[in-house]
């Protein structure tokens, strides 16, 4: 079955603990994303990468890292996670940029206390 | 400033009724797509529609019809005789043809009482 994953699905951590949220896709995806929802803010772009080894920043980068050592997994990093952060995640993949859809994962609830 | 904006934050229709969800977007490229998807109250996001700006043809799928009018820069979203199933909240995306982020707006919560 086509799909996103995301790991874990939810989270409670304090703050400045290092954490990852693991995304992975199996329709071999070039494009993946990654996005924050909010109440009253819609979804806003953290990073995003066109393949492996290339990516960028969106509308939110900061307290965030992100790789892409494989096209299937796209793994987002919060090394000093805040209480900012505490917010809904969602990872996406696309098989191109900007004129494709997006498929989504679940979603990762973050609480950062 | 937003690139979408998506006005009405929240919506309340009876079954059976026609709803219009406003989407009104701002791009200086002459190439960009536009999306809506659906958040059903399950919290995933499901892909509706997509639209190139090249394309103004109106779409109609089942119930759903989108009117694109480059001349408001709108991408309206109507629904036409609402089910209770369609109470989700309801996203308007934007990429441009330059750059490869996409700009969403900030949602308008649909909910059709039975």
């Known amino acids: 079955e086509a799909q996103v994953t995301q790991n874990p699905r939810y989270l409670i951590t304090v703050t400045g603990k290092k954490l990852t949220v693991t995304c992975s896709q199996n329709m071999n995806h070039e494009y993946m994303s990654w996005y924050r929802q909010d109440p009253g803010l819609g979804l806003r772009q953290i990073y995003y990468?066109?393949?492996?080894?290339?990516?960028d920043k969106g509308d939110v980068p900061e307290g965030y890292k992100v790789s892409r050592k494989e096209k299937r997994n796209f793994p987002l990093i919060l090394e000093s996670p805040s209480p900012n952060q505490t917010s809904l995640y969602f990872c996406?993949?696309?098989f191109g940029a900007g004129a494709y859809e997006q498929y989504f994962g679940p979603g990762t609830r973050l609480t950062v206390t | 400033a937003q690139k979408v904006t998506q006005a009405q934050t929240e919506i309340s229709v009876v079954e059976k009724e026609d709803v219009t969800l406003d989407c009104v977007y701002e791009?200086?490229?002459?190439?960009?797509?536009l999306f809506w998807y659906k958040q059903p109250p399950s919290g995933e996001l499901v892909f509706l529609i997509r639209?190139?700006?090249?394309?103004?043809q109106n779409e109609i799928s089942g119930r759903y019809s989108w009117n694109f009018q480059k001349s408001t820069s709108s991408f309206n979203f109507t629904i036409t005789a609402s089910q209770v199933v369609d109470s989700a909240v309801y996203f308007c995306a934007l990429s441009e043809g330059v750059g490869n982020q996409f700009y969403f707006g900030t949602g308008t919560s649909l909910t059709v009482i039975p």
């Open positions: 996406a993949s696309s």
């Open positions: 990468s066109m393949n492996v080894e290339v990516t």
């Open positions: 639209r190139n700006s090249f394309d103004e």
């Open positions: 791009t200086r490229d002459t190439t960009y797509y």
